[in-house]
């Protein structure tokens, strides 16, 4: 199973970015999907998630609002739309993948199987 994040880059304070990770080996239409971030001399924290068929999304309430997770089971592809960017919002970005099928979300890290080497978005302000 690979996951490939990208997508990520230097950015400056309100634009956007959209993350990608596609993924092989896995059987995509039927896993929960993640993303979550590490900043520098930060633990590693849940950003958002999507169960298996897009019915169900779950944000952290420090993007809520401006970041948009979204699937494309055609193309074993999640991606993570980052409007209105903020410089706290630097960090190294990690695709996640769950096994199981579920009709909930997991925010949480030890619920996920599968990790994406991870992208690094950087903010300016």
């Known amino acids: 199973v690979q996951l490939q994040a990208s997508g990520g880059g230097l950015v400056q304070t309100g634009d956007s970015l959209r993350l990608s990770c596609a993924t092989s080996?896995?059987?995509?239409?039927?896993?929960?999907m993640g993303w979550f971030r590490q900043a520098p001399g930060k633990e590693r924290e849940f950003v958002s998630a999507i169960n298996w068929n897009g019915g169900a999304t779950y944000y952290a309430d420090s993007v809520k609002g401006r970041f948009t997770i979204s699937r494309d089971n055609a193309k074993n592809t999640v991606y993570l739309q980052m409007n209105a960017l903020k410089p706290e919002d630097t960090a190294v970005y990690y695709c996640?993948?769950?096994?199981?099928?579920?009709?909930?979300?997991?925010?949480?890290?030890?619920?996920?199987?599968?990790w994406g080497q991870g992208t690094l978005v950087t903010v300016s302000s």
């Open positions: 996640a993948a769950e096994r199981r099928r579920r009709q909930d979300v997991s925010t949480r890290e030890n619920e996920y199987d599968y």
């Open positions: 080996g896995l059987t995509f239409k039927f896993s929960g």
